[in-house]
């Protein structure tokens, strides 16, 4: 999960657990796209290096810096490994990219209603209603539920 302050990280291949490989090839090709035609300079594509502490307990092992600092002895070049994991992955900062897709929704005519969903049913004909935190009720031919990993709120909703 990422706030807009954060740095939103993207995999293409080797994060999930087999059931999500495809969702992460699609979601790092559509970022990809998404990145270039709606003018997102935050988005690059970046490798990814693992880092691990060859020995000790990791987080308790301090190493003195030349001044007699003490630093975690995870920056410590002697018992730290670093390994190529993944050139297919980038980043982008997630209120930029929000930003611009918002933008482009609100130009193809879509409105865009940032506010608190409290619940979501579904009519016979395919249609929708959103109930919203203040009591509102909104029609929808479509819903885009983008809470993210707090999808789960949304769960009960959807039956």
């Known amino acids: 999960a990422a706030s ?3 740095g939103g990280f993207i995999a293409a291949d080797g994060w999930g657990d087999g059931i999500t490989d495809e969702l992460h090839r699609e979601g790092f090709a559509l970022h990809e796209e998404l990145a270039s035609e709606l003018g ?3 988005y690059r594509k970046l490798p990814t290096k693992s880092v691990s502490q060859t020995g000790g307990k990791p987080g308790r092992n301090t190493q003195a810096d030349s ?3 003490q630093g975690p002895a995870l920056l410590n070049a002697a018992t730290t490994r670093a390994s190529q ?3 297919h992955t980038a980043q982008v900062t997630p209120q930029e990219l929000c930003d611009r897709l918002v933008e482009a929704a609100k130009a193809s005519g879509v409105e865009v ?4 969903a409290a619940g979501l049913t579904e009519s016979g004909d395919g249609n929708y209603a959103v109930r919203l935190d203040s009591g509102e009720t909104i029609a929808a031919d479509r819903v885009v539920i983008t809470t993210g990993p707090w999808a789960v709120a949304a769960e009960d909703w959807l039956g």
């Open 113 to 116: 209603r940032m506010e608190g």
């Open 85 to 87: 994991m993944d050139d």
């Open 67 to 69: 001044a007699g600092s």
């Open 40 to 42: 997102v300079r935050s």
């Open 4 to 6: 807009g302050k954060a």
